[in-house]
């Protein structure tokens, strides 16, 4: 407490206590600074010692879930993303054990939250976009696909790779246009590589894009004739075209695909059989459908045969052998079709009776609708 | 010459200005005593408890602790025991504001003791009394005016806040409600300089990292008001029970004999390692398990089991006689209570409804405004964690429920109950919010 006598003594006081307190606040900042640099330099260290800590409990989750006791894992994740927060492999390993022991709801949310400080990071978005996937949630999945795509930082090569698994999943549930769209996106710039252009290939094939898909095909043939995979595909790509004279140029190896294989003679069938072909002479065509009948009622005969029942030929056969026996039918294309369709009738009816399904059966089914024939 | 009525202006106005550098001076050491606190309770805890403790390091290193500290606080720092707050509060009101230099250092060091050993205690309560025991000591060393000495106090308790927290505005708010008592104080400014030059020196040494990662939040649907509404009630309610418990074990502990208090933090530690065994996550802060909980990664019974055993875990800490807060408790009970509520809404209601950790954010503030019972400071403070003012509507609805139904059923409020049970009256309640009769 203050008491003055008088204004000279009040001020002399006052100038005392101003004087004493600039000095001890002087002191007091000095400690204060040492005191910051002291605490500073014990922070660090803190700050260090739990970085070693968080390093020791990613290993050990990393040994539980090898150990696949994923919870426990989960645990020693979250422990480790506390004592170093925002480290990104840290909080997608915390993810992928907590996924693995059923929770993905809050192993989205702790991807949110890194996602939160780097919207555009790959590794989150496509952790993210797995995740979201693996819950069926389309819309999500192909958000952060795209985000993962398009994120600044991504190398060319690994957006192709994200590119092409966004296109599965979009494939996966039944997406093909928008898969189709991936595609052709991820096929520009593509390296001359065979393995990235046969699984571009392969998925446009999948996505119903059969031309670049054998664009793409051919191009790696032409760097590797032997190439097998894009033999295969080849085939597959122009048999989906409908382009048979092709399918049936390719020489597959014995080591190719019973598909393939199959796809070769069924193409070599439609083009040898097909009575109602451009350009043929009259006998031609009338031989193949004398052919086309000579098959049928062999399978007619043998699938029935096999049941234990009755070999006779149905009515609708008898007469269109009896018909073929007319020399003029090469010419009367109303014929050659009538003849056509009965014929697919009865394939029908054979792929119920008999076991298996021929590359003759598949021709004719084809050669039938490919004229608008059938029923 | 110079005139005498000017030149003894000019030494008052220069008198005042080292006032408002003395703040920020202190608002630096509050500071850096909280990051030590800190740091030193982290530094135990690890060295303590090791990489993954067995079942009997949990059990043996609370009761060591415990027993070293009980003597600790039976023969050499009396004013260690329990939060600091009501000590703090005591001092400001009733020993104008003069507090021993012995307090600080001994909070600090059975604060560290019994926190980093493992009792469900928080660390904010116990910086609040370190940074206003600074403040104290400081203005006493100064030889300052005993006015200036007693403004110091809530100077220091928010500077001391402001760090632990991460929250300048509700260290603020929480010094002029809870310390003071008094919204219009004219302390203010003074509260304002410690808090920010104190946060500074924290975010400068901690770094910028928010005490709790929040996700964004979303008022999913209007009907979600009144799932926050019942959050409030139940928040009341919980709130209620938690303090009458503590209150109620509190004068048992008290009676026992005068002797055993020695021994008293001890038995509580024994207790404590005990539950550590069977729930190692009710020990110390708890923030790890807040932080899970706002963000939704913690199932329902998870939450339900750890909200109880930490209410049974502080309680048992706190009535031992053990150093420590109820802040981080309070936060880890009301997150708890918060979720298991979302977890429920997101089951049953037939309206849209935000995420469960929206509801732990509620929840907290919720608990807080009914145990503390410091609305404004909890309003703040939860906004300043999420820094999203979406969440502001909800958790003022759930506050002022929680609030009003705890002044209802349990009229004082515990930290001045707490100093009731010790024979000490403060001499003035005032009217704290807009609420009041």
């Not at chain 1, 993962?148 to 979009?170: C, D, H, K, M, N």
């Not at chain 2, 106090?153 to 008094?182: K, M, Q, R, W, Y």
Request: include cysteine; charged fraction near 20%; charge should be neutral.
């Amino acid at each position: 407490v203050w008491e003055f006598s008088s204004t000279a003594e009040r001020i002399l006081q006052l100038r005392h206590v101003v004087r004493r307190e600039t000095v001890r606040l002087v002191i007091l900042t000095t400690v204060a600074s040492a005191a910051f640099v002291g605490t500073r330099a014990l922070a660090q260290r803190a700050e260090h010692l739990a970085v070693k800590d968080a390093a020791a409990w990613y290993a050990r989750g990393q040994q539980l879930l090898a150990e696949a006791d994923a919870e426990a894992a989960a645990v020693a994740f979250r422990r480790a993303t506390m004592k170093h927060r925002g480290e990104k492999p840290y909080v997608l390993a915390l993810a992928d054990a907590l996924v693995q022991g059923g929770s993905p709801d809050p192993a989205i949310r702790a991807l949110a939250g890194l996602r939160e400080q780097n919207p555009e990071d790959v590794d989150v978005n496509l952790a993210l976009a797995r995740l979201a996937r693996s819950r069926g949630d389309r819309t999500e999945a192909v958000r952060y696909y795209q985000h993962a795509i398009y994120a600044p930082v991504a190398e060319a090569g690994s957006a192709r790779t994200l590119r092409l698994e966004l296109v599965e999943f979009l494939l996966e549930s039944g997406q093909p246009e928008r898969a189709n769209s991936e595609l052709v996106a991820a096929s520009l710039n593509v390296p001359d590589d065979p393995s990235v252009r046969l699984d571009l290939a392969d998925l446009f094939l999948r996505a119903g894009n059969a031309t670049r898909a054998a664009e793409q095909y051919q191009l790696v043939l032409e760097r590797d004739p032997t190439n097998l995979g894009a033999l295969e595909g080849a085939v597959a790509a122009a048999f989906a075209l409908a382009d048979y004279r092709r399918v049936a140029q390719y020489r597959l190896p014995d080591t190719a695909s019973s598909d393939a294989v199959a796809q070769v003679a069924i193409a070599r069938a439609v083009l040898s059989r097909d009575p109602l072909a451009n350009r043929l002479p009259a006998a031609e065509r009338r031989r193949r459908l004398v052919l086309n009948v000579t098959y049928i009622e062999e399978r007619w005969r043998e699938c029935r045969t096999a049941r234990g029942q009755s070999a006779d030929y149905p009515a609708s056969l008898i007469e269109l052998r009896a018909a073929t026996r007319r020399t003029g039918i090469g010419r009367d294309n109303e014929a050659l079709e009538a003849g056509l369709v009965t014929l697919d009738r009865l394939r029908q009816e054979l792929e119920q009776l008999c076991d298996t399904v021929t590359p003759i059966d598949r021709a004719l089914a084809i050669i039938t609708r490919s004229h608008d024939l059938g029923v | 010459m110079a005139d005498p009525a000017q030149t003894q202006e000019r030494l008052w106005l220069r008198e005042n200005q080292l006032f408002v550098l003395l703040t920020i001076v202190i608002g630096v050491l509050a500071g850096l005593s909280a990051v030590l606190f800190h740091l030193a309770i982290e530094a135990t805890s690890r060295t303590l408890f090791g990489f993954e403790p067995s079942d009997g390091r949990r059990f043996i290193v609370p009761t060591l602790m415990s027993l070293a500290a009980g003597v600790l606080l039976a023969k050499v720092f009396p004013e260690g025991r329990g939060s600091g707050i009501p000590q703090t509060k005591q001092a400001y009101h009733l020993s104008g504001g003069v507090i021993s230099w012995r307090v600080p250092l001994g909070k600090f060091i059975t604060g560290v003791m019994c926190v980093g050993g493992g009792h469900s205690m928080g660390r904010e309560g116990p910086s609040v009394q370190i940074g206003a025991g600074l403040a104290s000591a400081i203005g006493q060393w100064l030889r300052l005016s005993p006015a200036r000495i007693r403004d110091l106090v809530p100077v220091g308790a928010a500077g001391a806040l402001s760090a632990a927290f991460n929250t300048p505005v509700a260290a603020v708010l929480f010094a002029l409600e809870e310390i003071i008592g008094d919204m219009n104080a004219r302390l203010l400014g003074s509260a304002v300089a410690a808090s920010v030059a104190s946060v500074i020196v924290a975010r400068s040494i901690l770094g910028n990292e928010p005490l709790f990662h929040v996700p964004g939040y979303e008022l999913a649907h209007p009907a979600e008001l009144g799932a926050y509404a019942l959050l409030g009630i139940l928040g009341g309610l919980v709130s209620v029970a938690f303090c009458r418990i503590l209150l109620r074990w509190r004068r048992a502990w008290r009676q026992l004999p005068a002797r055993s208090r020695i021994l008293q933090p001890a038995f509580g530690g024994a207790l404590i390692g005990a539950l550590l065994v069977y729930e190692p996550a009710v020990a110390g802060v708890g923030y790890e398990y807040v932080d899970q909980a706002l963000n939704g990664e913690m199932l329902l019974p998870t939450m339900l089991v750890l909200g109880g055993l930490k209410i049974l875990a502080t309680i048992t800490s706190y009535v031992s006689g053990n150093a420590g807060g109820i802040f981080a408790p309070t936060l880890f009970i009301g997150a708890m209570t918060g979720g298991a509520v979302g977890h429920l809404v997101n089951l049953y209601a037939p309206f849209p409804t935000g995420d469960v950790g929206a509801y732990a954010l509620v929840g907290m503030g919720a608990l807080f405004a009914g145990i503390i019972r410091a609305p404004m400071t909890s309003v703040f403070m939860i906004f300043e964690l999420t820094q999203d003012h979406e969440i502001l509507v909800p958790l003022m609805v759930a506050n002022m429920l929680s609030l009003m139904l705890s002044r209802r059923l349990q009229p004082l409020p515990i930290y001045e109950a707490l100093l009731h049970q010790d024979g000490v009256v403060l001499p003035v309640t005032p009217p704290r919010d807009v609420n009041s009769p």
